[in-house]
């Protein structure tokens, strides 16, 4: 089992940048890739970004162009540097891992999920 706890959320204003964390735990030999998704009041859980294992490969969603996606193995950390932050980036956000290597961007290839982190940008 992985266990995955994200923090670095918050309200902040427009403008303002955040740098989200997830901290992984349990069978980490396990993961591959890692993903950032997001989800809004009222909205489908939306993919941010995802990173393989070596950090070597990314993939980003079309919004997530102020978003940068890192991972440090050795602290078994994934980070989510967000600039620029708009209203609409205004969601919970998860933490996803999965133990094989796709860079999927749908939930469904994800096996491990965090509780996930709000964050929510005034204008």
């Known amino acids: 089992q992985v266990n995955l706890v994200e923090s670095g959320g918050g309200l902040v204003q427009a403008g303002d940048s955040l740098r989200l964390s997830c901290a992984a735990s349990?069978?980490?030999?396990?993961?591959?890739?890692m993903a950032w998704f997001r989800q809004a009041p009222g909205q489908e859980r939306d993919f941010v970004a995802v990173?393989?294992?070596?950090?070597?490969?990314t993939h980003y969603a079309g919004f997530s162009g102020r978003f940068t996606i890192s991972r440090d193995n050795a602290k078994n950390t994934l980070y989510l540097q967000m600039n620029s932050l708009k209203p609409e980036d205004t969601a919970r956000y998860y933490c996803?891992?999965?133990?094989?290597?796709?860079?999927?961007?749908?939930?469904?290839?994800?096996?491990?999920w965090g509780q996930g982190t709000q964050v929510t940008v005034s204008s």
């Open positions: 996803a891992a999965s133990d094989y290597y796709s860079l999927s961007d749908q939930s469904n290839g994800y096996r491990f």
């Open positions: 349990g069978r980490t030999s396990s993961i591959h890739d």
């Open positions: 990173i393989s294992y070596s950090g070597s490969n």
